[in-house]
């Protein structure tokens, strides 16, 4: 605007100044009036108390941050790890983790296991957090509700070894029919579908939790929804739920193990998924720990000489093939061709950059146990030798046996996080480099990637699993022809039939032998690229011990966690 | 009686007085009062040639700075910009099997610290290899590293390894080395894998390395070049340093600045020219068309916009191999035409009003006359206008959904996914975020800058205050 | 009056239904599946499950049954909390927006009126040069950008005083929302005080000011009277859509900040493909911000008297 402005003395600005001046006072009051009213109303969605520090040694109090409120409370529907993370602090199933992740009695006082069922009997001083004892009964309403069809619950397979479970599930046999009975308050007894090894380690999983019956049918579909929508058993009871914003778990002063419990308070004040958010609460003291880092913060970490840790999720991710006959990836020689190229230790070491990953040589993980050590000591994965040329004529071989001209295109399907995508560039010039073969990211959201899977509409996706129980045969069954998770339909006799042998044998000898067997048909097969056994990276306040990070159950737990003032 | 006779001269034609109309200025058409005006606008006018470099930067970029935006450089990943490129030539990597030694003593209950650490090989950016003595009832050993010295507080740093074989007293570190200094601190673990109070540290310099066939499979010497074991070479120059996997950021920029520029001059193109029809096509037509079309406007106008935006990506979809832009160009368009439909529409209607038209229609213009003479012309700076000022808006709806993982596909690069990949390592290579935000800031800035200096010029109001 | 206004609500009404059938096709037509999870389920549990949403029927009667519930306000079960009403998290989080949002409107309205008044009085002046720059780079920074450097500032300023002036992130005192609610209202503000600064300026020269100055009135008084107040009445014309992108911005702060916002929410919701959330909290949007706008014309109306209500 280039028009005139008539003459505006000095004298006309000041004064103006002086009355925005007034009118800056009188709108900063009003503000305040607003501020007021505000806080009230924030006061009304969240906490409403001042933050207190990361560690309050004097009240025994830890602050922390969740990626996300946890989603489902429910045991009989819980799946994802934050929910089954808070279960675990709340809860207690028959048998828990102890500190140095061994398998302990929880609920249950003694247990015996036979060939064709199981025994447990009960602890008399397990109570609910409204003073009523936990008995045989909660047990076993808990599991015939997570495998009622209406319940439909997606972990429900997970109680399947007991007899008749799949057949209710399935909607074929009523729930009466379930091999699971409360002989008296305090005695549990299990049939089993078939002779089962590892039926210890099942207990401990959130599904078989208890739930007290009464209690669930009061709740209307709201079981586990809220605070008051849960009854708890376990070391810690929840006190505040605001949804998304605060959590509270208070020591449980009902709980039969009080002892063990040295910390009073766990409060949750900040859900988050943003790492850097993370890291800037922590540097500001606000929480205790940040449960895992990205690769970018590390640098920031050693300059502030906070204490790293490490520990390895358990989870084992890697390059899944499409074996439907119609894609290129049904080709061995093809399939052979990535296999000589792919480089975990690059991949690892380039382009995940942290530590505690490690290069990925197999589906079964390293921490898995075998007979009497480690399983992969025990039985060790076949070694790949890079080599470029030699891919290259199982590349040509491959062509000849497709009948195409030019190295195929694939399409390579991720999910939509910074690091899935990252991995998707890397293969992308890796193959493309390497071998000429042109890879289509295909990168969508979570769902969309699932539906895809399931589908089988890619032909390379990379793939994570995480166990539900601490036994090879959580990983092992994966490339069952009959898992509803073989996406890529991976289908082959012999792996099958040792799956089989694994699940029913009752003798450590036989069943790591098979799975030993399993990891050499995977290798010879190709029938997946393993690139890397996950690892985290966190860091926690000095004062801060006792915390314990684990690949299977709750993590991080906080159960056996104390401050002390001065490490 | 006097004579009175008539000459030829006198039927001459009187001249006429001409000067009074001349006109001192020539003549200037709307456009090219536009552009005086523009011109005199200096803000606009540097807005106007920062959008021309931009374009330039984004067309010819690529043809000057000839660097495939997709090379991976391994070697030098979030390098900075005027990082120190010489590399030296080693051998190819050798996998090592490290060193065991065969004592099996029984584990005790405290263990004390290493004894010393060596490097089996000089360390450099492909590998770095340490060796110690074995320590007496040790369990274990972990292994540390960190870029800062480790002894004012025992802040050792990064958990590189736990090694569970006693026997086993070396470890390879192959993790994210960088021509630095490093302190290594490796610590025994006793029975109960407790780490050991007391522990040895080794400050190790890196350099960085090369292969001399990586060296010439990347064009850094000629073919021809002899390499030998311990030359020198300079790794690949990228005058903006390079991003998380090593790519060349200015080469990156530019391809980005495709996809950013691109959708954010096409769509706001289509969703105008949409606009343009449907409104022009209401206003002319009027009535009872005019009321249920405009209606319909009003709808798709009530659409929270975000939210539609990002229902319609993923209704969408994006399949293999795609970038995922005509999804969003779709998106955009389908979302925003009916804010310049309203605004056709309403100049139309009032235009149609105008005296001026009224009395061309007297002199006996026809429709596509006054279309083309008057209703074209009167419109097109408002047109022009909102055309300008949607250039940033769209360019921030893409940063946005980039920032929410919504944005174009990888690989391709885009700004907005630039800057939320940058955002992340902020702190630590600011200039992964630094040149896309700021390559956003200037366009937005000079898009909007460039609509003021537009609007201004081109509105017939302002003409006659002059 | 009533009549237009009640014509208004009507309008509103169906334009409220056009946003649920519009969200409700896209919906539907977006690929992939909310019931699947990672870990496969058998047939009859999938069953179930399509029974408890409704995905067994024919895609019409999903539609009426939508949009019966909707219309008696029953937005359904979240697909991901399962023992969770839509009703429920739209109650819960939709609130904590709407404290930020009105925050942050108030920070823009203020700050831009306060700033435009100053910047058009001291135009072409330090103080102009400064607010002006200020704008320029409100207007042209990402708000992603913005939310995370102030956070990091915030964390600086923290270990610079040596205590927790104000929280780095959460939500639950007004302390939380201080920060987050100056980044949402950033952008509106810089373009507040632009409209502000223009409309000042060309009120300078009205005939009206001219009237005023020349009856002798004091300078104070035409520039409060008569300047500002007339200044002003275009900004309350955009407030209506200022407050809707405003709402619906407020994903970015809602995240970097860690708020419990019905807009992460979304985000969340839409990652997880969770039909009755995201179709909830569209719906529910869409006619929060139809009736804003329509209780912002009414206003407007009342405001100013050269404006007719028909």
Known sequence: MSNTIPNVSNSLTRSASFQLVWLGIAATLGFALLMVLLSWASALTGSGTSTLNAIDAESGTLTLQLSTEPPQLDSTRATDSVSIMILGHVMEGLLRFDANNQLVPGVAERWEIREDGATFWLREDARWSDGLPVTAHDFSFAWHAALAPETASEYAFILYPLKNAEAINTGTLPGDALGVHAINDRVLEVEFEQPLAYFEELVAFPTYNPIREDFYRNRDGRYGADVEDLLYNGPFEMTVWVHGAHLRLEKNTDYWDRERVRLNVIDIPYFTTDTTAALNLFKDGQIAIVDYLGAEQLDEVLRQRWELLRFGDGSVWFLAFNFDSGRATSNWHLRKALQLVTDPSELVNRIIKLPGNLPGKSLFPVWLQGVNGFFRQEYPAPQIALDASAAREHLRLAMEELGLDEPPSLALLVDDTPGAGRQAEYFQNLYGTQLGIDIRIDRQIFKQRLAKMQNQDFDLATYGWGPDFADPLTFGELFASWNPNNNGRFSNQEYDQSVRLAQSSLDPHIRMNAFGRQQEILFEEVALIPNYERGRVYIKDRRLQGVVRRAVGPDPDFTNAYIVENP | ?466 | MYAYTLKRLIQGVITVWFIATATFVAMHSVPGDPLLNERGVNAEIRRNLEERYGFDRPIFDQYLIYMTNMARGDFGISFTQQNRSVNDIIREHFPVSAALGVLAIVFAGLGGVLWGALTALYRNRLPDVIVMFLVILGISVPSFVIAALSQLALVGLNDLVGFSVLPVAGWGSILHMLIPSLVLGLGTMAFLTRLMRSSMLEIINADFIRTAYSKGLPPTRVFIKHQLRNAILPVITVLGPAIAAITTGGFVVELVFAIPGLGRFFVQAVQQLDYTVIMGTTVFYGAFLVFMVIAVDLIYGLVDPRVRLE
């Open chain 2, 1 to 466: 009686m006097t004579e009175f006779s008539l000459t030829a001269a006198d039927f001459e034609r009187v001249s006429v007085e001409r000067r009074v109309q001349t006109i001192a200025r020539p003549s200037l058409s709307y456009w090219q009062d536009a552009w005086v005006r523009l011109k005199a606008n200096r803000r606009a006018l540097v807005s106007f040639y920062i959008v021309i470099v931009l374009l330039l930067f984004t067309v010819a970029g690529p043809w000057i700075w000839a660097v495939d935006p997709t090379v991976q450089d391994l070697d030098q990943l979030s390098t900075p910009p005027g990082a120190d490129r010489r590399a030296q030539i080693v051998q190819p990597y050798v996998p090592w099997n490290g060193v065991f030694t065969t004592i099996n003593e029984s584990l005790s209950d405290t263990v004390g610290a290493t004894t010393e650490i060596r490097l089996a090989q000089p360390a450099s950016t492909q590998t770095v290899r340490l060796v110690w003595d074995p320590v007496l009832g040790a369990s274990g050993y972990r292994v540390y590293r960190n870029v800062y010295d480790p002894a004012p507080d025992g802040a050792v740093g990064l958990p590189l390894a736990e090694i569970y074989d006693p026997r086993q007293v070396s470890y390879e570190d192959l993790l994210d080395l960088t021509p630095t200094r490093y302190w290594y601190s490796v610590i025994a673990t006793d029975r109960n894998g407790r780490e050991a109070e007391e522990y040895t540290t080794l400050a190790v310099d890196t350099i960085r390395v090369i292969t001399a066939a990586e060296a010439q499979t990347r064009g850094l010497v000629d073919l021809e070049t002899l390499l030998s074991l311990g030359d020198e070479v300079r790794v690949s120059f990228h005058p903006l340093g390079t991003d998380y996997l090593g790519r060349d950021m200015l080469a990156r920029l530019m391809y980005g600045a495709r996809v950013s520029l691109f959708i954010g001059i096409i769509a706001p193109l289509f969703f105008v020219l949409t606009g343009i029809l449907y409104g022009s096509a209401a206003g002319f037509i009027g009535g009872r068309v005019d009321q249920i079309l405009m209606r319909f406007a009003d709808f798709v106008v009530a659409l929270p916009f975000l939210l539609f935006m990002i229902l319609f990506k993923i209704a969408f979809g994006i399949g293999p191999g795609e970038s995922g832009v005509v999804p969003m160009l779709v998106a955009l368009v389908v979302l925003s035409w009916p804010a310049t439909a309203r605004l056709v529409r309403g100049q139309i209607l009032q235009i149609r009003e105008e005296a001026y038209i009224g009395a061309s229609q007297l002199l006996g213009a026809k429709t596509h006359y006054l279309i083309l003479r008057h209703m074209i012309p009167n419109t097109v700076g408002v047109i022009l206008v909102t055309l300008t000022f949607a250039v940033p808006t769209v360019i921030f709806v893409e940063a946005f959904l980039s920032f929410i993982g919504m944005g174009v596909a990888p690989p391709t690069p885009s700004w907005g996914s630039m800057c939320n990949e940058g955002i992340q390592t902020m702190l630590n290579h600011p200039h992964e975020l630094i040149f896309p935000a700021a390559l956003i800031s200037l366009t937005v800035l000079a898009f909007n800058l460039l609509g003021d200096g537009l609007r201004d010029a081109l509105d017939a109001r302002m003409r006659s205050r002059e």
